[in-house]
């Protein structure tokens, strides 16, 4: 794939040890190491929740190592297919549970800032609560590219595959969704 | 021009062109735009802290990864082997050839069976 990025951490990149994760279990432990703690992070910030963070990231990577035998190296980053399985898991989770706003309110509170005053902090922390709750009213799909392009920091070509459209559909949609924030950011400071 | 005098003037080139262009980019990356992704990315990134599953969690995730049974791929499981096809069209060639005996003494008796007289 154009412009893949291969991670090498410890010696073989992914793509290499998903070959062997196929028969060799140790293996496939490596690539757990790797990628438990960005997609326990994307599942806690789709979910909200500590416990069906834990749950997700579980069944992430059990059906991971059921479905190793049909990873394809060609085309496809390890972990754009290891967020895809994540992303099915979390969109079934969301239609059986019925919901929908699902960024986390819990992080934000301790939030170190850089602000000089008591005055400065409070403010900055309004920003923050406006900025939060106009990502919250976002339609699901927008706030999972922005968790993947921020906080997952995926590039345009993962997140194109995670979540099945085109890099320049994925682009496209990201500039209408930082768009839209601004506007309803500028709303809310018009109205309030 | 001695040796050392061309030496000394590719060096000189040399540095002249590296240092306009350090100069070049530091102009680019003082006069770029902040872009509306810069912002988004400054102000998403300090919404998002990361956040880190437990060691105890991780932990029992690997042990439990490591030591699960090996699976058999799933597609190997559904795909039905040769008999299981045979027996499989077997059941179903049977139960049409009932099916069509059944008809057969239906239509038979229907035409053939003696006609009580009207009371």
Redesign the interface.
């Known amino acids: 794939m154009k412009g893949a990025r291969l991670r090498v951490v410890n010696g073989e990149p992914d793509e290499v040890l998903a070959i062997r994760a196929r028969t060799d279990?140790?293996a496939?432990?490596i690539l757990?190491?790797r990628h438990?703690?960005r997609v326990?992070?994307y599942m806690?910030?789709r979910t909200g929740s500590v416990a069906d963070?834990?749950d997700l990231?579980?069944r992430t990577?059990?059906q991971a190592?059921?479905?190793m035998?049909?990873y394809q190296v060609q085309g496809v980053p390890f972990s754009a297919w290891l967020f895809r399985i994540a992303h099915n898991l979390v969109a079934n989770w969301h239609r059986d549970t019925g919901r929908h706003h699902t960024i986390s309110t819990d992080?934000?509170v301790d939030?170190p800032t850089d602000a000089d005053g008591p005055h400065d902090t409070a403010e900055m922390e309004e920003e923050?609560r406006e900025?939060?709750a106009a990502?919250r009213r976002l339609p699901a799909d927008r706030q999972q590219l922005?968790?993947l392009?921020?906080?997952e920091q995926l590039s345009t070509e993962e997140i194109a595959v995670i979540m099945g459209r085109s890099e320049g559909a994925i682009k496209a949609l990201?500039?209408r969704t930082?768009?839209s924030?601004?506007e309803e950011l500028s709303r809310t400071k018009r109205g309030g | 021009m001695s040796q050392w005098g061309v030496v000394e003037f590719v060096s000189r080139v040399a540095e002249r062109m590296s240092t306009a262009s350090e100069d070049l980019a530091a102009q680019l990356a003082r006069h770029r735009p902040a872009t509306p992704d810069d912002l988004a990315t400054v102000s998403l990134e300090a919404l998002f802290p990361p956040v880190e599953p437990s060691p105890a969690f991780v932990e029992a995730l690997r042990r439990q990864l490591l030591e699960a049974p090996p699976m058999v791929p799933a597609e190997m499981a559904e795909a039905p082997t040769s008999t299981t096809r045979r027996v499989v069209y077997g059941i179903a060639a049977l139960g049409s050839l009932a099916s069509a005996a059944v008809i057969a003494v239906v239509v038979y008796r229907a035409r053939f069976a003696p006609q009580r007289p009207a009371a």
């Open positions: 279990r140790e496939f432990g757990y190491e438990v703690r326990y992070n806690y910030y963070a834990e990231t579980a990577f059990f190592l059921n479905n035998h049909r992080g934000i939030l923050r900025l939060h990502l922005l968790i392009k921020y906080v990201l500039h930082i768009k924030l601004r």
